[in-house]
């Protein structure tokens, strides 16, 4: 019978009901249940609902006053209202005394001790909202020394990282951060340094079988048949270890969990922590598992039918495990190089996967300096552009082929370096520039951009470096254009149309002279191209320019009598967009 799955909590910080208890000022007293300071409860949220699970998000103190129950009620009655409040993720129960019932009921006390919810006695004194707001002060007390301890490491951090021996001195502070040991596993999967507590070897090889999950690799081997325990075509798969750990970390993106024990739990760049509230999206085994032929079930062998293998598929970026009490984690270095920082640590506290995700950027800015030695040639570019080298003289130090360029935006908030650090190093390039709203990444065109949580992309058409302002400007304009259809990634198209039918020379010339009366406006040409790039939508328009739809309307109109021209008609959209497409 499959395992019931716990409902996700709200992304906030946890609080220990055991401080809770601790307030003097609210005189709660637990009368039933599980204590201890392993409890902890993520709000606090009052209902007088028989039934309150749709009210739940779970883990929440949920404070009635049994409004709903009446006096002398039956056992059972007791008995199904704990057993919802603990299928909706409820972490504890408080009954306040009055003025309902005089006592807590002894029924509800028996249910709470026998289904393993703590159950709190709040007095006629203290008010819910009361409790509540005790509940959040804790909760942004911990918020605050979460930030506190996240911001002294990444100090720490990079200070470390620009020491004379920056690799083994990040590991050093990541171990000390954490408690824990810190490895760098190069991309044969053997361990090039580490820091911090000795482990014993069985750890050291589980967490270098986790490095497995995360690590790039080749075609994908193909899926088994999804079907019931014992099917023909469906193999058997071991698996080995313990469940994967409950964590708690950053901010971030959805977590997978493979659905056995032992499985690893992994994740995508950005995400929330490996193990964090949030995440319950069930995914297939990230370590992957052969499908193939298997013998039927009479005892002689058979050969079974080649099956192609799957195209190759992302890693995710980050995984965790357990093996006993030791918690275990990984993470992909962007460099595309394919080394790892494993992570070993007797316990996860909030803060600690944001705090390795941070020296996981660091290590991949390194090792790819260390790997290609491109921190000089940048160097080496970026004088001779300023001494007047054009950018095909100097392109050739940054790498050999085409580029393209991608502009990305943050969904949540303004860009920092070292989200852009991030971002660029999933691309596979460090050529970044970290604008107010926008993050410019140059990067080779043979490695294609996908979507990455979190940020919405704009990608040109793959360019040479005499090419580069005009894909600059189509990486733009796909920006506008993800942004205002609301999808994560939009790419310039680059096939052949009727402009390759046209002289360059004339086309630029023709451009010039039609849309000569917008020249010296040059946000009225920006709204015109946008607006009819998507398909004369006046709030898509706005949305992409950021401006307000009666502003739109408003530039529309003034290019329309500056034109003299009809915008509603097809022919003048076409002329005008062949036009403001040779800019």
Known sequence: MPEPVAPAVPPTPPVALSALLAREDLALRQIAGPAGPALVIHGAHTSEMADPYPYLLGGELLLTAGVHIPQGAEAGRFDDYVSRVVAAGGAALGFGVAPVHDTVPPALVA????????????????????????????????????????????????AAASRPDPVPSVLRQLAQRLGG????????????????????????????????VVRPTGPRPPEPDRGTAGEPGLPAVPRSGTAGAPGAGGPGTGVARAGGAGSPRT???????PGEPGSAAPAADAAGVSGAGRAPSGGAAASAAPVPASPPRPAPSSATDTLGDTHLAAYALGA??????????????????????????????????HQSGSGAARSAALVRLLLGSSPEEVAPLLGDGRWIVVHARPEAQSPDAVAASALGAALGSPLVDVGRDVVRVLAPAEREPVPQPGWTL?????????????????????????????????????????????????????????????????????????????????????????VHRNTVRQRIARCAALLDADLDEADVRMELWFALRQG
């Not at 994740?267 to 922590?273: D, R, T």
């Not at 316990?347 to 800015?365: E, K, N, Y």
Request: aromatic fraction near 4%; proline fraction near 7%.
């Open 336 to 369: 595309g190089e394919g080394f790892v920082l494993g992570v070993a640590s007797g316990q996860r506290v909030p803060g600690d996967h944001t705090i390795a995700s941070v020296a996981a950027v660091l290590l991949s800015l390194l090792t790819g300096e």
């Open 458 to 546: 704009g990608v040109s058409a793959a360019a040479g470096p005499g090419e580069w302002p005009a894909a600059d400007g189509q990486a733009a304009r796909a920006l506008a254009r993800a942004r205002a259809t609301r999808v994560p990634l939009v790419r310039h198209g680059a096939r052949p149309g009727l402009a390759e039918l046209v002289p360059r020379a004339d086309a630029q010339a023709h451009a010039r002279a039609l849309l000569g009366p917008l020249g010296a406006q040059p946000a009225l040409a920006e709204t015109l191209r946008t607006w009819l790039s998507l398909h004369g939508s006046w709030d898509r328009t706005a949305v992409a320019l950021g």
């Open 181 to 212: 040991h810190a490895i760098l596993f190069g991309p044969d999967g053997t361990g090039i340094a580490q820091a911090g507590r000795t482990v014993p070897d069985e750890v050291r090889a589980a967490l270098s079988k986790l490095t497995q």
């Open 267 to 273: 994740s995508g760049l950005g995400g929330p922590a």
């Open 111 to 158: 249910a709470c001790d026998a289904q393993g919810l703590p159950l709190l006695e709040v007095p006629p004194r203290t008010t819910f909202s009361g409790v509540a707001r005790a509940v959040w002060q804790l909760m942004a007390q911990a918020r605050l020394a979460e930030l506190r301890r996240v911001t002294d490491a990444q100090q720490s951090l990079a």
